[in-house]
């Protein structure tokens, strides 16, 4: 074996020792009656259906806006990059603004830790509340409580959960309290045990009051908390490190961005950010349930957000374009930046909207009313969140103005159960799986690399196309070594991209 040879073979190692010990106990319980050429089959099995049920791409289609942007609303402001946005019950539209605050690649050290204390908290209110139909601003706080405003999320009790990635914190708050109800994490203090979080960005609460945070850009793990704050349940594999995200598989997440929940199927779902894909999974117990993505949408999804209309649809924003992307030759995108809707029976891109004539900027969450009705959209860098209205959907409530309410529950959704052993075991033999066959087709690769037959290809690949495609040609390449370059991209949250 030439040099590439064992490199590979020393990160393969690398991987398969720390998810060992990882899942230490599940490991030992788990996979001993499978023998390794057994799995390795049947790996090899899946990847051919797979190819073989592969459909056409579907960037050739034309996918026609059924939402025009409503330009005057809302009707005045003061604010400065708006990294969230929620429907309130009472008829209104409720953001999260970071009053102007960038976050830049030197806002964190290597280690996760906010370097910029010295700013101070934001003085400016970065919660404000603008009605729906008016565009009148109708209530404002959070004053003094936030270094780098995340998430958003009102629940159907009308308290504000609110993610901040200086403050590695999740807090629950009522409008009319200046201290949280609830916080959760330790203030600038990154980590990955139960009482900590690295920066967490975002929550879904369900009505039982059990609710989910994503954490985050370091942990790549969906947490759910019963209303008391207490752990019940976590999953959630990182395909941030090593080699796992080439050929990340199912709950495999690259920055848990959003959360949405789909009452009526009793699902989560998550804006996979950085794999492209919004995963959905049972919120009973964490169990992956589907995965929703599109060459149309392109590489990254940033916010989602649900409609029971339909069967069922998911409204996401996909991210800008990186200029400073690694790999130089990857190539040029021609997605538009704006908001799309997944059909979830079909998988596929139905409707989409965005400003007239031009890409949004940088796009960051988004919150579609329960009727499909109207879209709300905070983008980083933009002084006001972004409203459209759907020219075909009949409007529920009209006259109320109030289009989500999010207690509306339908199946199962508040029982929580210890399933945590199943979800773990289904990983490690999913990262056996994947470790061994990547193994395999390595050597593979290699000989044929040896003969000068392949160029390995530098292209960056969705974890889906990889789970396809089975390719590893990544991995050998010297300049692409995946330990360091992914984890920049985790912290360029907004890179600049205006004059990209
Ligand atoms: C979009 O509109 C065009 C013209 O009305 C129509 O031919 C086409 O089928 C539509 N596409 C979709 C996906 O509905
Ligand atoms: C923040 O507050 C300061 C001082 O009141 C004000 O000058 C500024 O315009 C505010 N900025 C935003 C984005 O709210
Ligand atoms: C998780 O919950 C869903 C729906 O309640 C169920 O269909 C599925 O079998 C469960 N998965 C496991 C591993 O228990
Ligand atoms: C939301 O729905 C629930 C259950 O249908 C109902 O009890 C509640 O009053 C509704 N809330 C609002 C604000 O409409």
Same mark, same amino acid.
């Given at each position: 074996?030439?040099?590439?040879?064992?490199?590979?073979?020393?990160?393969?190692?690398?991987?398969?020792?720390?998810?060992?010990?990882?899942?230490?106990?599940?490991?030992?319980?788990?996979?001993?009656?499978?023998?390794?050429?057994?799995?390795?089959?049947?790996?090899?099995?899946?990847?051919?259906?797979?190819?073989?049920?592969?459909?056409?791409?579907?960037?050739?289609?034309?996918?026609?806006?059924?939402?025009?942007?409503?330009?005057?609303?809302?009707?005045?402001?003061?604010?400065?990059?708006?990294?969230?946005?929620?429907?309130?019950?009472?008829?209104?539209?409720?953001?999260?603004?970071?009053?102007?605050?960038?976050?830049?690649?030197?806002?964190?050290?290597?280690?996760?830790?906010?370097?910029?204390?010295?700013?101070?908290?934001?003085?400016?209110?970065?919660?404000?509340?603008?009605?729906?139909?008016?565009?009148?601003?109708?209530?404002?706080?959070?004053?003094?409580?936030?270094?780098?405003?995340?998430?958003?999320?009102?629940?159907?009790?009308?308290?504000?959960?609110?993610?901040?990635?200086?403050?590695?914190?999740?807090?629950?708050?009522?409008?009319?309290?200046?201290?949280?109800?609830?916080?959760?994490?330790?203030?600038?203090?990154?980590?990955?045990?139960?009482?900590?979080?690295?920066?967490?960005?975002?929550?879904?609460?369900?009505?039982?009051?059990?609710?989910?945070?994503?954490?985050?850009?370091?942990?790549?793990?969906?947490?759910?908390?019963?209303?008391?704050?207490?752990?019940?349940?976590?999953?959630?594999?990182?395909?941030?490190?090593?080699?796992?995200?080439?050929?990340? &598989?199912?709950?495999? *997440?690259?920055? @848990? #961005?959003? /959360?949405?929940?789909? =009452? !009526?199927?009793?699902? %989560?779902? $998550?804006?996979?950010?950085?794999?492209?894909?919004?995963?959905?999974?049972?919120?009973?117990?964490?169990?992956?349930?589907?995965?929703?993505?599109?060459?149309?949408?392109?590489?990254?999804?940033?916010?989602?957000?649900?409609?029971?209309?339909?069967?069922?649809?998911?409204?996401?924003?996909?991210?800008?374009?990186?200029?400073?992307?690694?790999?130089?030759?990857?190539?040029?995108?021609?997605?538009?930046?704006?908001?799309?809707?997944?059909?979830?029976?079909?998988?596929?891109?139905?409707?989409?909207?965005?400003? &007239?004539?031009?890409? *949004?900027?940088? @796009? #960051?969450? /988004?919150?579609?009313? =329960? !009727?499909?009705?109207? %879209?709300? $959209?905070?983008?980083?860098?933009?002084?006001?969140?972004?409203?459209?209205?759907?020219?075909?959907?009949?409007?529920?409530?009209?006259?109320?103005?109030?289009?989500?309410?999010?207690?509306?529950?339908?199946?199962?959704?508040?029982?929580?159960?210890?399933?945590?052993?199943?979800?773990?075991?289904?990983?490690?033999?999913?990262?056996?799986?994947?470790?061994?066959?990547?193994?395999?087709?390595?050597?593979?690769?290699?000989?044929?690399?040896?003969?000068?037959?392949?160029?390995?290809?530098?292209?960056?690949?969705?974890?889906?196309?990889?789970?396809?495609?089975?390719?590893?040609?990544?991995?050998?390449?010297?300049?692409?070594?995946?330990?360091?370059?992914?984890?920049?991209?985790?912290?360029?949250?907004?890179?600049?991209?205006?004059?990209?």
């Amino acid at each position: 074996m030439d040099k590439t040879g064992w490199k590979v073979l020393l990160i393969l190692l690398q991987f398969i020792i720390s998810e060992q010990g990882k899942h230490s106990e599940a490991f030992l319980e788990a996979d001993m009656e499978i023998s390794a050429p057994e799995i390795l089959r049947q790996a090899l099995k899946e990847a051919q259906m797979k190819k073989q049920t592969n459909p056409p791409p579907d960037n050739q289609r034309i996918i026609n806006s059924t939402y025009i942007y409503d330009a005057s609303w809302p009707t005045q402001w003061k604010m400065n990059s708006i990294s969230a946005v929620s429907l309130d019950q009472e008829g209104n539209a409720v953001i999260f603004q970071r009053a102007g605050r960038v976050w830049s690649q030197s806002t964190f050290n290597i280690d996760n830790e906010f370097t910029q204390k010295h700013l101070g908290v934001i003085q400016n209110a970065t919660i404000l509340a603008f009605n729906r139909r008016s565009g009148a601003l109708k209530y404002s706080l959070g004053k003094n409580l936030f270094y780098m405003p995340h998430g958003l999320t009102v629940d159907g009790d009308s308290n504000i959960w609110v993610t901040d990635v200086a403050l590695h914190q999740v807090m629950k708050l009522r409008r009319d309290q200046d201290k949280p109800l609830m916080v959760l994490g330790k203030k600038f203090k990154p980590g990955n045990s139960p009482d900590t979080f690295c920066k967490p960005t975002s929550v879904a609460v369900l009505p039982s009051g059990d609710f989910f945070v994503a954490d985050g850009y370091c942990n790549a793990r969906i947490i759910k908390f019963s209303p008391d704050g207490k752990r019940i349940l976590t999953w959630g594999e990182n395909s941030f490190t090593g080699i796992a995200h080439k050929i990340a &598989p199912p709950n495999f *997440l690259a920055i @848990p #961005h959003a /959360l949405t929940l789909a =009452l !009526d199927k009793g699902l %989560v779902c $998550v804006a996979d950010r950085e794999n492209g894909r919004v995963q959905c999974f049972h919120a009973s117990n964490g169990t992956f349930h589907s995965q929703y993505h599109s060459t149309v949408v392109g590489d990254r999804i940033y916010g989602v957000s649900y409609a029971p209309i339909k069967g069922g649809r998911l409204y996401v924003i996909n991210g800008p374009l990186l200029p400073t992307w690694p790999s130089q030759d990857y190539a040029p995108s021609n997605h538009e930046v704006r908001g799309y809707v997944f059909d979830m029976e079909t998988n596929e891109v139905v409707d989409k909207f965005g400003l &007239p004539g031009k890409n *949004l900027n940088n @796009p #960051h969450d /988004l919150e579609v009313s =329960l !009727d499909g009705t109207e %879209v709300y $959209v905070g983008e980083i860098g933009e002084p006001r969140p972004r409203k459209f209205i759907s020219t075909v959907l009949p409007r529920l409530d009209q006259d109320k103005g109030v289009g989500t309410n999010k207690t509306r529950t339908v199946g199962a959704t508040s029982e929580s159960t210890a399933e945590t052993g199943a979800t773990a075991l289904v990983a490690v033999i999913l990262i056996v799986v994947f470790a061994i066959a990547a193994f395999g087709a390595t050597l593979l690769i290699l000989r044929h690399r040896k003969r000068g037959c392949c160029r390995p290809s530098r292209k960056r690949k969705h974890a889906w196309e990889l789970s396809r495609e089975f390719k590893l040609g990544n991995l050998l390449d010297n300049k692409h070594d995946g330990f360091e370059k992914l984890g920049q991209e985790a912290s360029d949250d907004e890179v600049a991209v205006r004059d990209a």
